[in-house]
């Protein structure tokens, strides 16, 4: 590998994004580049911005000054970035905005010291767009989500790679969605997929999650307090808030010692909620042909979950946990089925919570049978 | 064979149409020097406008590192900025507003001169709004465009006396229209009825700006200016209440982002005046992708508790991953944070 280059490029990049023709390619050369400042695309379209491989073309913005994030595309449509890394960037990594057909191909977005909480919030991070597709990428370290998808629609993350975040791979108040063959452990949280109150784009829904291993996310949870992340418990596999018509399937969940696999309101979140049209519930989730797997241990116990999960199941807590909210305008409920021998159980908060002894006290529901659904799920699917 | 043909031919004319809707960068509307477009006369650097380039300021500021700002607006012969309902203006094509940054050496003592750092212009292409930072030469005889931005040293003495070092960031091409921005198109902040208001010392005397305007023949359809909106100075005490005056610098400083329509949506927090929800000004409003931008804190606004507001933390750092606003700023805005701490502290009493 070149030797470092102290800022050589980085007039030279941003020129060339400035003046960028549709259909041009501009390349990233191999090195560890240091950049001081937000690398910027604005209002481009038909752009492959290219390095010479993941590992060999390195923009490192350990000594960033200026701007929040390391490289920020807005407004543009049909961007490619491809084979680069970007390295320590004060805020998010790479955030796309009000653009229309972003690919990211081999990127990585990667904080080097390890996990902690003046990492950057986002490492891969759409928002607000149509056509996303990010692949054999990887994200390492970010303070809240490494690949996070957010307020968008039409989207494929696959056979990427995310650890030591807070949480791999977020899927927000996102439509149309598909999270297939990703390896996301190691984490706080393994694949989360929220609908979050007060955005713009305020439902998500029609999202897939299958195919993907999602193992030992037990990591701390180092996301600055204050943020919604901040409350997912270390030890949650794919975790479902306040959505709706998520699927989840043959995925392998292994050794996540919380909360395998988690369905929950936002009431869950003890927040108030201002936002009138948002629905803090979840309806019509299906968790079917998933191999769950979890050593005996203690969940976390820092958290209210954990305790609670502790003293009702000690060392073995189920795999599948559903918080008993029930969308009640929404016929359509949480389905599970053929996921061999998971364990289950329904917390029932709306009436287990009347006292704060109360839930030690209450049996919670472990009977599946409510949730088998009448509609039988094909043992395989077919993957596009 | 026919059909074929057709739509081979329409693929072809693809890449044109598109070469057309965005390409051709909008950089060749601008010229490389700033003398070229003269708007001055004599020693450019006095900025002596010639007749047709009009001085002008707004009521409230956004703040840049304490620099001075002078502004200018060049409507092109004969034409006439029409007056909307909301309180902004369509300007005619070849509009240009101009905004020069500079710095007194001592800002107690306007004798020892000042430097010239750069000049912004905003020009109203057929393609838009397009904005171009110049910078000045050492010699401060030239500005020359500079698309991907420039960092300068920069040093005075604040009005406390004290010195002080910092370096200066040059906005890029891109980055003008960060703030520039509104649902994907580039338009004026400034130029707005309610931030041009208030009088203005011209050289044959003071006058509102609005009424001078339309007495120049620069303005179509402006109703009678005491019907207008006025935002308040904030730097000034007798110009309206704390929460007033605080308003006015939020939205000044914020509200190009945080405004339906442009990037900081995203979070739901929305700092334009007109804003009334209080969740969406931020109060009791947890972040949604703040990050360590957030302090360890819960909410934007926790009233009477400034200490524990995220919007106050976000404007006492200069740290570019927690700062507010993201870009154009190196120095705290000591002045600006106090106002909208007594405002927070005030809240609710």
Same mark, same amino acid.
């Given at each position: 590998?070149?030797?470092?280059?102290?800022?050589?490029?980085?007039?030279?990049?941003?020129?060339?994004?400035?003046?960028?023709?549709?259909?041009?390619?501009?390349?990233?050369?191999?090195?560890?580049?240091?950049?001081?400042?937000?690398?910027?695309?604005?209002? /481009?379209?038909? +752009?492959?911005?290219?390095?010479?491989?993941?590992?060999? =073309?390195?923009?490192?913005?350990? #000594?960033?000054?200026?701007?929040?994030?390391?490289? %920020?595309?807005?407004?543009?449509?049909?961007?490619?970035?491809? &084979?680069?890394?970007?390295?320590?960037?004060?805020?998010?990594?790479? /955030?796309?905005?009000?653009?229309? &057909?972003?690919?990211?191909?081999?990127?990585?977005?990667?904080?080097?010291?390890?996990?902690? /909480?003046?990492?950057?919030?986002?490492? +891969?991070?759409?928002?607000?767009?149509?056509?996303?597709?990010?692949?054999?990428?990887?994200?390492?370290?970010?303070?809240?989500?490494?690949?996070?998808? &957010?307020?968008? #629609?039409?989207?494929?993350?696959?056979?990427?790679?995310?650890?030591?975040?807070?949480? &791999?791979?977020?899927?927000?108040?996102?439509?149309?969605?598909?999270?297939?063959?990703?390896? =996301?452990?190691?984490?706080?949280?393994?694949?989360?997929?929220?609908?979050?109150?007060?955005?713009?784009?305020?439902?998500?829904?029609?999202?897939?999650?299958?195919?993907?291993?999602?193992? =030992?996310?037990?990591?701390?949870?180092?996301?600055?307090?204050?943020?919604?992340?901040?409350?997912?418990?270390?030890?949650?596999?794919? +975790?479902?808030?306040?959505? %709706?018509?998520?699927?989840? @399937?043959?995925?392998?969940?292994?050794?996540?010692?919380?909360?395998?696999?988690?369905?929950?309101?936002?009431?869950?979140?003890?927040?108030?909620?201002?936002?009138?049209?948002?629905?803090?519930?979840?309806?019509?989730?299906?968790?079917? #042909?998933?191999?769950?797997?979890?050593?005996?241990?203690?969940?976390? +116990?820092?958290? $209210?979950?954990?305790?609670?999960?502790?003293?009702? @199941?000690?060392?073995?807590?189920? $795999?599948?946990?559903?918080?008993?909210?029930?969308?009640?305008?929404?016929?359509?409920?949480?389905?599970?089925?053929?996921?061999?021998?998971?364990?289950?159980? $329904?917390?029932?908060?709306?009436?287990?919570?009347?006292?704060?002894?109360?839930?030690?006290?209450?049996?919670?529901?472990? $009977?599946?049978?409510?949730?088998?659904?009448?509609?039988?799920?094909?043992?395989?699917?077919?993957?596009? | 064979?026919?059909?074929?043909?057709?739509?081979?031919?329409?693929?072809?004319?693809?890449?044109?149409?598109?070469?057309?809707?965005?390409?051709?960068?909008?950089?060749?509307?601008?010229?490389?020097?700033?003398?070229?477009?003269?708007?001055?006369?004599?020693?450019?650097?006095?900025?002596?406008?010639?007749?047709?380039? !009009?001085?002008?300021?707004?009521?409230?500021?956004?703040?840049?590192?304490?620099?001075?700002?002078?502004?200018?607006?060049?409507?092109?012969?004969?034409?006439?900025?029409?007056?909307?309902?909301?309180?902004?203006?369509?300007?005619?094509?070849?509009?240009?507003?101009?905004?020069?940054?500079?710095?007194?050496?001592?800002?107690?003592?306007?004798?020892?001169?000042?430097?010239?750092?750069?000049?912004?212009?905003?020009?109203?292409?057929?393609?838009?709004?397009?904005?171009?930072?110049?910078?000045?030469?050492?010699?401060?005889?030239?500005?020359?465009?500079?698309?991907?931005?420039?960092?300068?040293?920069?040093?005075?003495?604040?009005?406390?006396?004290?010195?002080?070092?910092?370096?200066?960031?040059?906005?890029?091409?891109?980055?003008?229209?960060?703030?520039?921005?509104?649902?994907?198109?580039?338009?004026?902040?400034?130029?707005?009825?309610?931030?041009?208001?208030?009088?203005?010392?011209?050289?044959?005397?003071?006058?509102?700006?609005?009424?001078?305007?339309?007495?120049?023949?620069?303005?179509?359809?402006?109703?009678?200016?005491?019907?207008?909106?006025?935002?308040?100075?904030?730097?000034?005490?007798?110009?309206?209440?704390?929460?007033?005056?605080?308003?006015?610098?939020?939205?000044?400083?914020?509200?190009?982002?945080?405004?339906?329509?442009?990037?900081?949506?995203?979070?739901?927090?929305?700092?334009? !005046?007109?804003?009334?929800?209080?969740?969406?000004?931020?109060?009791?409003?947890?972040?949604?992708?703040?990050?360590?931008?957030?302090?360890?804190?819960?909410?934007?606004?926790?009233?009477?508790?400034?200490?524990?507001?995220?919007?106050?933390?976000?404007?006492?750092?200069?740290?570019?991953? !927690?700062?507010?606003?993201?870009?154009?700023?190196?120095?705290?805005?000591?002045?600006?944070?106090?106002?909208?701490?007594?405002?927070?502290?005030?809240?609710?009493?």
């Amino acid at each position: 590998m070149a030797g470092v280059l102290f800022a050589s490029i980085e007039k030279n990049l941003q020129t060339q994004f400035i003046l960028a023709e549709p259909g041009d390619t501009i390349t990233i050369p191999e090195g560890l580049h240091l950049i001081r400042g937000t690398l910027s695309i604005e209002g /481009k379209s038909d +752009l492959v911005i290219r390095g010479k491989s993941i590992d060999q =073309s390195i923009l490192s913005f350990s #000594n960033q000054d200026e701007g929040a994030q390391g490289i %920020s595309i807005t407004n543009s449509i049909n961007i490619t970035l491809e &084979g680069f890394t970007v390295q320590d960037t004060k805020g998010d990594a790479i /955030k796309i905005q009000y653009t229309d &057909g972003i690919i990211f191909r081999h990127v990585k977005a990667e904080w080097t010291g390890g996990p902690k /909480k003046t990492n950057g919030a986002y490492g +891969l991070y759409p928002v607000q767009c149509q056509n996303v597709l990010i692949e054999n990428s990887v994200s390492i370290g970010a303070s809240d989500a490494g690949i996070y998808v &957010g307020q968008s #629609n039409n989207i494929v993350v696959r056979y990427n790679t995310a650890y030591d975040n807070v949480a &791999g791979i977020e899927i927000e108040n996102s439509n149309n969605a598909e999270v297939y063959e990703n390896h =996301s452990y190691h984490n706080t949280g393994g694949i989360l997929i929220f609908d979050l109150p007060d955005l713009v784009q305020k439902k998500g829904g029609n999202i897939r999650v299958f195919n993907n291993l999602v193992e =030992s996310n037990n990591l701390f949870n180092f996301a600055p307090p204050g943020n919604i992340v901040g409350k997912v418990i270390p030890g949650t596999g794919v +975790l479902i808030l306040a959505c %709706s018509n998520v699927h989840v @399937y043959q995925n392998t969940i292994l050794n996540n010692k919380s909360v395998g696999t988690g369905v929950v309101s936002y009431f869950m979140t003890e927040e108030t909620i201002k936002d009138s049209l948002y629905n803090p519930y979840t309806a019509d989730v299906h968790i079917y #042909n998933n191999t769950f797997d979890r050593s005996p241990g203690l969940p976390e +116990l820092g958290y $209210d979950i954990g305790k609670l999960l502790a003293v009702k @199941y000690g060392r073995n807590t189920p $795999d599948i946990i559903y918080d008993g909210m029930q969308d009640p305008e929404n016929s359509a409920g949480l389905c599970i089925q053929n996921n061999d021998d998971a364990r289950f159980t $329904d917390l029932d908060i709306e009436h287990n919570f009347e006292e704060w002894y109360s839930p030690f006290i209450s049996n919670f529901s472990e $009977d599946m049978s409510p949730h088998n659904c009448g509609r039988e799920h094909p043992l395989t699917s077919s993957v596009k | 064979m026919s059909r074929l043909l057709g739509k081979a031919n329409y693929l072809a004319l693809l890449p044109l149409l598109i070469a057309l809707l965005f390409g051709g960068s909008p950089i060749k509307y601008a010229k490389p020097k700033l003398s070229d477009y003269g708007f001055f006369e004599g020693h450019m650097a006095n900025h002596n406008p010639v007749p047709g380039v !009009i001085p002008y300021d707004v009521s409230a500021k956004l703040f840049s590192d304490y620099a001075l700002k002078s502004r200018f607006i060049a409507l092109p012969k004969d034409q006439q900025l029409a007056y909307q309902k909301d309180g902004t203006f369509n300007f005619p094509q070849e509009s240009v507003l101009i905004k020069t940054f500079y710095y007194p050496k001592n800002f107690r003592n306007s004798d020892q001169g000042s430097r010239l750092i750069e000049t912004r212009l905003l020009i109203n292409s057929p393609e838009g709004w397009v904005g171009f930072p110049y910078v000045w030469n050492f010699e401060q005889t030239e500005a020359y465009l500079e698309i991907a931005g420039k960092r300068l040293d920069v040093s005075f003495i604040d009005q406390a006396g004290q010195s002080i070092y910092f370096e200066y960031s040059v906005p890029n091409f891109n980055q003008c229209k960060g703030c520039h921005v509104n649902q994907n198109r580039m338009i004026p902040i400034g130029p707005k009825v309610r931030l041009l208001n208030h009088d203005f010392d011209y050289d044959d005397g003071k006058m509102n700006q609005l009424e001078k305007w339309n007495v120049l023949d620069m303005i179509s359809g402006l109703p009678s200016v005491s019907s207008l909106p006025h935002t308040p100075d904030y730097n000034d005490l007798e110009s309206g209440s704390i929460e007033e005056r605080a308003r006015a610098l939020i939205d000044i400083n914020c509200a190009h982002c945080h405004r339906l329509g442009a990037p900081g949506e995203t979070s739901g927090l929305f700092l334009n !005046i007109e804003e009334t929800d209080p969740t969406r000004i931020g109060i009791h409003k947890p972040p949604v992708a703040a990050g360590r931008g957030s302090g360890n804190l819960d909410y934007t606004i926790v009233p009477q508790y400034p200490d524990q507001s995220i919007m106050i933390y976000r404007m006492e750092s200069t740290d570019p991953g !927690i700062m507010m606003p993201e870009l154009g700023r190196k120095l705290v805005h000591k002045e600006g944070v106090e106002l909208v701490k007594k405002w927070i502290q005030e809240m609710g009493k």
